[in-house]
């Protein structure tokens, strides 16, 4: 069964650094999806993709967050300037129409130093 | 605005017991409700979603507009039902597709 995948599992970075997570949504989906879960709290969205741009974007995907399409297969995910308060487990979604099950990434654990 | 509460973070019961998984929403149009689960080192995966009005693994939740809830329950809870569980919320009939989730309910479930 075809599964969303997620690189690197873990990152460490320094304050002030940039960071690219990636992610290969599923092969036939149209609509993809980032959210973070900070330690202890919920999970929240960050923001969503169609057509290569964005669709809806929450008050936390500010403008330090960039989100990309490269080419046919990835979507990623780049913070700009990283904060301590970025460290988190991101995830990334991907559904084959907004109205349709979104499947999940296994996250990548991100620690901001 | 608090879209989606589970006021249990953990929920313990012994195997074979029923459970009870709470999950209130406020959102005032009509929603779609899910519940995801978490197995340990596992990713998100959904477990049900309430328009499809279907049994997964035993598990049930009917959504109860007049007292805006979507509690998650199953008769008699397995060992291998431990795991964290989310609810989730999204506008029905939204264009965007974003879901709003609860800080989610661990429940162990012990032999």
């Known amino acids: 069964e075809p599964e969303v995948t997620q690189t690197p599992s873990h990152q460490v970075t320094q304050m002030g650094q940039e960071v690219i997570l990636r992610c290969v949504p599923i092969?036939?989906?149209?609509?993809f999806y980032w959210y973070r879960q900070i330690l202890g709290q919920k999970v929240e969205f960050l923001v969503s993709f169609y057509n290569n741009e964005i669709s809806e974007k929450s008050e936390i995907f500010d403008d330090q967050f960039s989100v990309e399409r490269p080419d046919g297969s990835n979507f990623t995910l780049k913070i700009r300037s990283t904060k301590l308060e970025d460290s988190a487990m991101y995830f990334c979604?991907?559904?084959?129409?907004?109205?349709?099950?979104?499947?999940f990434g296994p996250g990548t654990r991100l620690l901001v130093l | 605005a608090q879209r989606v509460t589970q006021p249990e973070k953990l929920l313990s019961v012994f195997k074979g017991a029923p459970v009870e998984l709470k999950c209130n929403y406020s959102?005032?149009?009509?929603?779609?409700l899910f519940w995801y689960v978490q197995y340990s080192r596992q990713r998100l995966q959904l477990l049900l979603r309430h328009i499809s009005r279907e049994s997964i693994k035993g598990f049930t939740a009917d959504l109860n507009k007049g007292e805006t809830s979507f509690h998650l329950k199953k008769p008699f809870a397995q060992e291998e039902d431990s795991a964290m569980y989310y609810c989730a919320l999204r506008f029905r009939g939204s264009t965007l597709g974003r879901l709003y989730f609860g800080r989610g309910t661990q429940l162990t479930v012990w032999p």
């Open positions: 979604a991907s559904s084959r129409d907004r109205r349709e099950t979104q499947y």
């Open positions: 092969s036939n989906h149209l609509y």
């Open positions: 959102y005032s149009g009509s929603p779609e």
